[in-house]
C-alpha cells in the first residue's frame, strides 16, 4: 500500500497549534519530561521547531497558572493567550485541510477536529462563557459512540472462581472483597524491587512480541527498539503512572533512539500478577512498542505530521488504550485472558480490565448520573474490586476532572472492547499492520476503514 504523504506545511502548522493551543488552555506542556507536567499532547518527536501556540510569552504565563484545569482560573491569562493564538482559526484550517488528504488521513483529522472541538467548548464551559457541554457529546467525541454504564458482573465472577482454585473462597461480595485483598497483599510488589521486575517483565514480554507480533510488520520495523524505557517512582501523584514517551534523543547518524520513562506512582498498591499487565500495557507490546512504531513509521516518511503529536482525548488515544490492554494477550499470541499460561496472570489481568471498566463507570456515575464521589467511590470498590488508592483516584482526581472525566476515562473500556473485538475477527496478518499504523495512522473509528481496503488483506508483513 502506498502510504498518504508528509502533511504540507500549512496543514502541520494547523496541527501544532490546534493541538498545542488547546494543550495550553488546560495547563499542559508537551516539552516537560514529566506525565505530571503534560496533559493533552502526548508527544512531539519530529525535531519540528515548536509552533508560536507554545512559544509566546503568554503561552508560558499560562501553563505556569495551570490553565483551566485549575482551581481558580487566571481569566487575565487566559485572554492575553487566546488574543494572541487565534485557536478555533486553527482548528478550522485542520478541518479545511482534511477534506483536502486521503480518506483514510483526512478522517483521522477530522476526528481529531472533532475532540479539540469538545475540548475547546469545555474551555468557554470553565470559563462560563459558554453552555454546559452534553456528556454524551464529550464520549460521543473521544471514543465514536454514545456512553454506557460498565457491567462488572461476569468478570467478578470469573475472579471469584479463579480464586476459589487458589485457596481464597468468597461465598458473598464482600468475602470477594477480602480475598481480593488478601490475594493482593500476598502477591504486592515490593516497592524498592520495581525496577527490577519491570526489567524482567519487559524482557519476557519483549520476546513475546518478537514472535508473535514482529514478523507481520513491515522489515524496516523490525529492529526498531521496542522498550527504550526507564521506571521512575514519584510520589503523591493523582495517577498511577505516567509513560511518557519522549523520542527526542537521536544517534549520530540522526536516528531515533525511541526512548521513554515511566513514571510509578509509589504509592501504589498492586500485585505482581497486575503488574505484568501494567508492564505489558505501558512498555511492550503496548504504549511505548506502539509509539516507538509510529515514529519509526513518520522517520521514514510513510506517516504525516499528526503522528508525532498524539494527543489525549481523543478517538486515537482511545485505540493506543486499547491497543495496550490488549497486548499481554498479543505477547502470547491468544484472544482470550482465559488462555493465558497461568491462573494468577488471568486473575491479575481481569482485575486489570475491571479496574479500566471502573473507570468508565466513574466517568458515567459522576457525569451522567450526578452521583457524589463517596457514593462513586464505594461502587468502584465494591463491584469492581478496586484497592482503596484506585477507588479514591478514579472517584476523584480523575472522575471529577471536567476534561479527563468526561473524555478520558470512557476511552479505556471503549478501547479494549474493540480492539479484543478485531483481533477475534480478523487474522494477525491482518490486524497487526492495522492497530500498529503500518498502514496509516487510525484511530478507534478509522480503523474499520483501513480493515476494509486491499492493503489488509495479509499479503504484506505475513509471517514467513
Given at each position: 500500500m502506498s502510504l498518504e504523504p508528509q502533511a504540507g506545511a500549512a496543514l502541520a502548522q494547523a496541527t501544532a497549534t490546534a493541538i498545542i493551543g488547546?494543550?495550553?488552555?488546560?495547563?499542559?506542556?508537551?516539552?516537560?519530561?514529566?506525565?505530571?507536567?503534560?496533559?493533552?499532547?502526548?508527544?512531539?518527536?519530529?525535531?519540528?521547531?515548536?509552533?508560536?501556540?507554545?512559544?509566546?510569552?503568554?503561552?508560558?504565563?499560562?501553563?505556569?497558572?495551570?490553565?483551566?484545569?485549575?482551581?481558580?482560573?487566571?481569566?487575565?491569562?487566559?485572554?492575553?493567550?487566546?488574543?494572541?493564538?487565534?485557536?478555533?482559526?486553527?482548528?478550522?484550517?485542520?478541518?479545511?485541510?482534511?477534506?483536502?488528504?486521503?480518506?483514510?488521513?483526512?478522517?483521522?483529522?477530522?476526528?481529531?477536529?472533532?475532540?479539540?472541538?469538545?475540548?475547546?467548548?469545555?474551555?468557554?464551559?470553565?470559563?462560563?462563557?459558554?453552555?454546559?457541554?452534553?456528556?454524551?457529546?464529550?464520549?460521543?467525541?473521544?471514543?465514536?459512540?454514545?456512553?454506557?454504564p460498565s457491567d462488572p458482573v461476569a468478570k467478578r465472577e470469573r475472579i471469584a472462581e479463579l480464586l476459589a482454585r487458589q485457596g481464597y473462597r468468597s461465598a458473598t461480595r464482600a468475602k470477594l472483597l477480602a480475598a481480593v485483598d488478601a490475594w493482593r497483599h500476598e502477591r504486592r510488589v515490593p516497592?524498592?524491587?520495581?525496577?527490577?521486575?519491570?526489567?524482567?517483565?519487559?524482557?519476557?514480554?519483549?520476546?513475546?512480541?518478537?514472535?508473535?507480533?514482529?514478523?507481520?510488520?513491515?522489515?524496516?520495523?523490525?529492529?526498531?527498539?521496542?522498550?527504550?524505557?526507564?521506571?521512575?517512582?514519584?510520589?503523591?501523584?493523582?495517577?498511577?503512572?505516567?509513560?511518557?514517551?519522549?523520542?527526542?534523543?537521536?544517534?549520530?547518524?540522526?536516528s531515533p533512539q525511541y526512548e521513554a520513562t515511566y513514571e510509578i506512582n509509589a504509592a501504589l498498591e498492586i500485585s505482581v500478577p497486575e503488574f505484568m499487565q501494567l508492564v505489558s500495557h505501558e512498555v511492550v507490546p503496548g504504549h511505548v512498542t506502539n509509539f516507538a512504531w509510529i515514529q519509526a513509521l513518520h522517520a521514514r516518511r510513510k506517516l504525516g505530521f499528526e503522528s508525532t503529536v498524539l494527543t489525549m482525548n481523543t478517538r486515537g488515544a482511545a485505540l493506543s488504550e486499547g491497543i495496550a490492554n490488549n497486548a499481554i494477550l498479543m505477547a502470547f499470541r491468544v484472544t482470550e485472558i482465559d488462555e493465558l499460561p497461568d491462573v494468577d496472570l488471568q486473575i491479575g489481568t481481569l482485575l486489570a480490565l475491571l479496574q479500566d471498566d471502573a473507570k468508565n463507570q466513574s466517568s458515567f456515575l459522576t457525569w451522567e448520573k450526578r452521583w457524589p464521589q463517596d457514593k462513586v467511590r464505594g461502587v468502584l470498590r465494591n463491584e469492581f474490586l478496586c484497592s482503596d488508592e484506585r477507588a479514591d483516584k478514579l472517584s476523584g482526581a480523575w472522575g471529577r476532572h471536567p476534561l479527563l472525566g468526561r473524555m478520558y476515562l470512557p476511552a479505556y473500556r471503549a478501547g479494549t472492547?474493540?480492539?479484543?473485538?478485531?483481533?477475534?475477527?480478523?487474522?494477525?496478518?491482518?490486524?497487526?499492520?492495522?492497530?500498529?499504523?503500518?498502514?496509516?495512522?487510525?484511530?478507534?473509528?478509522?480503523?474499520?476503514?483501513?480493515?476494509?481496503?486491499?492493503?489488509?488483506?495479509?499479503?504484506?508483513?505475513?509471517?514467513r
Open positions: 488547546i494543550d495550553t488552555l488546560w495547563g499542559g506542556d508537551v516539552m516537560n519530561p514529566s506525565g505530571t507536567g503534560r496533559f493533552i499532547a502526548d508527544s512531539w518527536f519530529s525535531n519540528e521547531p515548536l509552533p508560536r501556540a507554545y512559544q509566546h510569552p503568554a503561552a508560558a504565563k499560562l501553563r505556569r497558572s495551570g490553565g483551566v484545569a485549575g482551581q481558580k482560573i487566571d481569566a487575565a491569562a487566559v485572554d492575553a493567550y487566546l488574543r494572541a493564538i487565534d485557536i478555533p482559526a486553527a482548528i478550522g484550517e485542520l478541518n479545511a485541510a482534511a477534506g483536502r488528504v486521503g480518506r483514510l488521513r483526512g478522517a483521522y483529522l477530522q476526528g481529531l477536529c472533532e475532540c479539540l472541538g469538545v475540548m475547546w467548548d469545555l474551555v468557554q464551559e470553565r470559563l462560563e462563557r459558554g453552555a454546559a457541554v452534553p456528556y454524551e457529546r464529550c464520549v460521543t467525541a473521544s471514543t465514536g459512540s454514545a456512553p454506557t516497592k524498592k524491587s520495581i525496577a527490577m521486575l519491570a526489567d524482567a517483565c519487559i524482557a519476557q514480554f519483549d520476546a513475546g512480541a518478537a514472535r508473535h507480533i514482529v514478523p507481520y510488520l513491515p522489515r524496516a520495523l523490525r529492529d526498531v527498539p521496542r522498550a527504550n524505557i526507564r521506571f521512575l517512582a514519584i510520589e503523591n501523584a493523582w495517577f498511577s503512572g505516567s509513560m511518557n514517551y519522549l523520542g527526542r534523543a537521536r544517534n549520530r547518524d540522526g472492547v474493540k480492539v479484543a473485538a478485531l483481533r477475534r475477527k480478523h487474522p494477525p496478518a491482518k490486524i497487526i499492520p492495522a492497530l500498529y499504523g503500518a498502514l496509516g495512522l487510525v484511530d478507534l473509528v478509522t480503523i474499520d476503514q483501513v480493515l476494509g481496503t486491499d492493503a489488509a488483506k495479509g499479503n504484506r508483513g505475513r509471517k
